[in-house]
């Protein structure tokens, strides 16, 4: 099945650090969204992407719907430490219509104060 | 408060035994899913549904089943869980079919299938 890479599958900073993480797909997609999951809860909807070039921003977060519609970026800025958590991208292809979401693996943040 | 409400948020059982996993929300919402992650795997969609009595499988539906009789509940069926369905279960749901309605999670649960 169609599949997402999500990478790095972790990371670990300093408090301060900006992050990038990002998701590749063989596939065109006609949706990127970006989820956060803490410990012990389930995802929260950070950003959604919906036109190909589209570069999205949510307080210290920018997203970005690559041009290729195969990718997508998420760039965390002056991380701290309440930014720790698994973040999920996830896509919509377009041969799956408006009811179909592949999540990418996640990767896990790790923020050292 | 708004919210997609899972029960039970760990189950530890026996293979064979026939287990639902309860899942209802109090938006209104005509969309719901069933997702299981699984380490370095993400979560896969197991069923979603698009309004009451309208389902259709995702990419695992095998040895699941669901029912949507009612708009705010969905519950995820095990007729006879398998080790391999040992997972962490997550319920969501969005206002309308379509990816640009941000899905709400539930906030889990555990099953372990011995």
């Known amino acids: 099945g169609q599949q997402l890479n999500q990478s790095p599958q972790s990371m670990f900073i300093q408090e301060g650090e900006d992050v990038s993480m990002n998701c590749t797909s063989s596939s065109i997609f006609n949706t990127w969204l970006w989820y956060k999951q803490d410990p012990g809860e389930g995802p929260v909807l950070l950003i959604a992407?919906?036109?190909?070039?589209e570069l999205t921003s949510n307080g210290r977060l920018t997203a970005q719907f690559g041009i290729t519609r195969k990718d997508s970026f998420l760039n965390i800025s002056a991380s701290i430490p309440s930014d720790v958590g698994i973040y999920f991208c996830a896509g919509g292809p377009a041969s799956g219509g408006y009811n179909k979401l592949i999540f990418g693996a996640g990767t896990r943040l790790a923020v050292h104060p | 408060e708004a919210q997609v409400t899972q029960n039970p948020r760990y189950l530890i059982t026996v293979t064979g035994k026939k287990l639902t996993v309860t899942c209802s929300q109090n938006?209104?919402?005509?969309?719901m899913s069933w997702y299981r992650q699984d380490p370095g795997l993400g979560l896969r969609q197991i069923y979603y549904s698009m309004n009451v009595e309208v389902t259709d499988k995702g990419d695992v539906p095998e040895g699941y089943k669901v029912s949507r009789k009612e708009k705010r509940n969905f519950p995820l069926i095990l007729e006879s869980p398998s080790p391999n369905q040992t997972s962490l279960y997550f319920c969501?749901?969005?206002?309308?079919?379509?990816?640009?309605?941000?899905?709400?999670f539930g906030d889990g649960t555990r099953l372990s299938i011995l």
């Open positions: 938006m209104n919402h005509e969309y």
């Open positions: 992407l919906y036109k190909a070039g």
């Open positions: 969501a749901s969005s206002p309308r079919t379509g990816l640009n309605q941000p899905q709400h």
